[in-house]
Structures are given as C-alpha cells and as structure tokens.
C-alpha cells in the first residue's frame, strides 16, 4: 500500500469507528497509534518513534492555552442560570408580555431561546432547558405541537452562533483567530436568525389562528405598570451580565477569558440576589461543568494525535489538492464542505467535527482561497446549527424528545422543525452570499 492511500485510509478508520459508538476521543487517539504503528513498520517515517514525540508539547500546550480556559467560564455561568430558574422567570414573565398576541407564547421562546444562547452557548442545554419550561405550557394553551415543539428545537440552536458561545471559542482556537472577531461576527447572524424565527411565527398565525392562540384573559396574572416593572426586574439583570460579558470583550478591557470568570461570578451573584444560590445547585453546576470540560479537553488531546500522524502522511496536502480542485473554484469547494460538515452534524456533536474536521479545512479556505477567518467559522457555525435541527438524527430532536411530555411523538418534532430548517438553510446562504453580514463589525 503506498503512503499516499494512508491518509485517506486514515479518515475512513476514524469515522467508522466513532460511528459504531465507540468514545470519539478515543476512536482518534486509537486509530492514530494505530496508523503511527502501521507508518514506521512499513518504513514510511524513517525516524521513528521520534516523529511524534512531539505529541508531549503539544499536549502541554493545550493545557496551558489560556483561550481554552474560557470554555469552563462559560458553561458555568450558563449552567448557573439555568439551575437557578432564572430562565424558568424570564419564560414566564415574557410570556406574560406577549400573551395577548396570538403566538405570544412562540414568540416569548424565541426572545428567551436567544438569551438562553447568550447565557448558555450549549444546544443541549438550551433545548433541554427550554422544553422542560415552555412545552407544557403551550401544549395547556392549545398549541399546536408541531409549532411548538419546532420552535423550541430551532431557538435552542440559536446557543452555535450568538455570543457568548462556548462554540465560538473552540472554533476560535481550532481556526487560529480571536475570540472577539468571532463573537463580534457572530452577532448580527444571530439576531437575524431570531427575527427570522419570530416573523415566521407571526406570518404563521395571522394565516392560522387556531395553531397558537393568545392567552385566555382570566391567565394573565400580570398587567400596566405590575408587568412592566416585573418585565424589568427579571429581564434587565441577565441582559445587563451578558452586556458588560461581550462589552468588556469587544472593548479591549478584558480578553475572553477574563470575560467567562466574570460571567460565571456573576451569575452566581444574580442567583443570590434572588436566594436561589444553593448548595444542590452549586454542586450540579461544577458537576456539569467539569464534565463537559473534561469531555472537550480528551476530544482535543486525541484530535491532536490525529492531526499529527494525519499531516505525516501528508493528510493536509490531500485535503488541499481536493479542495483546490474542485469544479467551480472556491464556489464548489464551500458547497462541498458544507454539505460534509452538515451530514456529519447528524452523527457527531459539535466539538467533534471542531476538532477533527475543522483543523483540516481552515487552512485551504483561509490561506489558498483568502476567505476571513470569522466568516468561515461563522458559516461552519450555522452549517452545524442547521444539521442539529435535520430528521432523523439531529441532536436538539434527541435533547427534546428528552424531556417531552407524554403524547409528543417524534414525529410531531420532525414536522415541526422542517419550516424552521428552510429559515436557517435560507440565513446560511445569506451568510455565503454576503459575507459583509458576518464582518462589518471588523473593519
């Protein structure tokens, strides 16, 4: 076998392994001994064992990488508002708001859905968070359960592309630019999508009534100048800890690391203020936290054993030369990274593609075809917001059949979320069209 099938060999071994559901941490830490093993017996790297002694430092240096460290930052701080039943008041409050709309509900978890992603950055747990809170209650106002449950599935996503986004920092380390570029671009692509979401609700229901209905008038507890002041109350706190999080990061005060310590302080301080800052759900953040932490630190130590053996067999170079190649330029090429980033989507999570797909793509995109660095990971992004949605193995249609309650069937999900899909494929070739979306805050 020449040296040149290695790398191809390689890529093969890796996927088929992670998707016999075996660990994917240890499925490329595996194969890359592996194939390391296979490299030297056939006399393709003259050095040894040596070659990849390098492996160490590398190690070392992802430990010690302080971008990194802004991932448990993060996920705390929306680990903490969410045990805290911050986001349980913020539902109900801005339900309240909008109850006399028709879709009011709808609308109010789309709003909440992106401040969840601010807070969060998670899919998992916004979904989660969002179905546990919102679902029965418009299931109890009659709404129909396929709105319902699609606009749940879709606001959840929303944690991929609005900042602060656990998401954006690991695509910021793994494509090699700032977190703030990619914060700052991801911005106005978020909040686009959002008010996709919600005029597609409005449109829905002024051809349709009787899919959401406004709240009955003896339900709304709250009114004038009572409900404003709630609205305030409950909302202005955790808008005003996400502000001054992205703030001091766009300003230059604090780098996002710095930003994440802050944010996971603070909200700690805001489920004080509410005397919802016990001990249980201290104890179930920190627990989440380090799990998830733990879980993206294996993903990058076998990824990077990955990408060292991949690269001696020149994996890099292949991965080039088809892109290059490709019929339609650069125009062929993001066609055909797209539509690979978004059918792994179905199988693998996020920080897995991050950190075995991404690393060999942004070079050829960056450097041989010039794209900026934040629209690419931008794009990649929403690409991945978009596949977590798609029937049958989205992963925000698994987290919400979680958590449904008993006569929500998957297959009211997979309707639901088919409107949803056509707005996110719709904002994603925006996004391809006109990159000017994604960096007009960083010129």
């Known amino acids: 076998m020449s040296m040149e099938m290695m790398a191809p060999l390689m890529f093969i071994c890796v996927l088929a392994m992670i998707f016999t559901g075996f660990p994917v941490a240890f499925s490329l830490g595996g194969t890359s001994l592996i194939f390391a093993a296979i490299g030297i017996q056939m006399g393709f790297f003259f050095s040894g064992w040596h070659s990849f002694f390098g492996l160490f430092e590398r190690s070392f240096g992802i430990m010690s990488n302080q971008v ?78 396929e709105l319902a449950t699609g606009v749940i599935a879709a606001s959840g996503t929303l944690g991929q592309i609005i900042p602060p986004s656990v998401v954006l920092v690991v695509l910021a380390d793994q494509i090699g630019t700032s977190v703030g570029d990619l914060f700052r671009g991801g911005l106005t692509p978020g909040i686009m999508l959002a008010f996709m979401f919600a005029g597609y609700i409005v449109v829905r229901t002024l051809l349709n009534k009787d899919i959401a209905p406004a709240l009955p008038l003896e339900t709304r507890q709250m009114k004038g100048k009572e409900l404003i002041i709630k609205v305030l109350l409950v909302l202005l706190p955790p808008l005003l800890l996400i502000l001054i999080v992205l703030g001091s990061i766009f300003w230059g005060v604090a780098t996002p690391t710095e930003a994440g310590a802050l944010g996971a302080v603070g909200a700690m301080v805001l489920a004080a203020c509410n005397k919802r800052l016990k001990l249980v759900a201290l104890k179930d953040t920190m627990e989440n936290t380090t799990r998830l932490t733990c879980m993206v630190m294996m993903l990058l130590i076998g990824s990077t054993m990955f990408a060292l053996v991949f690269r001696a067999y020149n994996g890099d170079l292949w991965i080039e030369h088809m892109l290059l190649n490709m019929p339609g330029g650069i125009i062929g090429a993001i066609i055909i990274a797209n539509l690979a980033i978004f059918f792994l989507g179905f199988f693998i999570d996020f920080f897995e593609i991050a950190f075995i797909v991404v690393p060999l793509l942004a070079p050829v995109f960056i450097e041989k075809f010039g794209v900026h660095p934040a629209w690419f990971g931008i794009m990649v992004a929403m690409n991945l917001q978009t596949s977590f949605l798609t029937p049958p193995f989205g992963f925000a249609l698994f987290y919400l059949k979680g958590v449904c309650p008993e006569g929500v069937k998957t297959t009211h999900i997979y309707r639901g979320v088919i409107p949803f899909i056509i707005i996110q494929l719709i904002a994603l070739i925006l996004v391809i069209c006109f990159p000017q979306i994604v960096t007009w805050p960083l010129n």
Do not use: C, H, W
Request: glycine share 12%.
């Open 68 to 145: 990194l460290l802004a991932v448990p930052f993060f996920i705390f701080m929306g680990t903490m508002l969410e045990k805290s039943r911050l986001a349980e008041d913020l539902l109900e409050t801005i339900g309240q708001l909008f109850g006399p709309v028709r879709g009011g509900l709808a609308i109010a978890v789309v709003f909440v859905g992106a401040l969840l992603a601010a807070a969060t950055g998670v899919v998992g747990a916004s979904v989660v968070a969002m179905g546990m809170i919102s679902l029965p209650v418009m299931l109890r106002y009659n709404y129909q359960k």
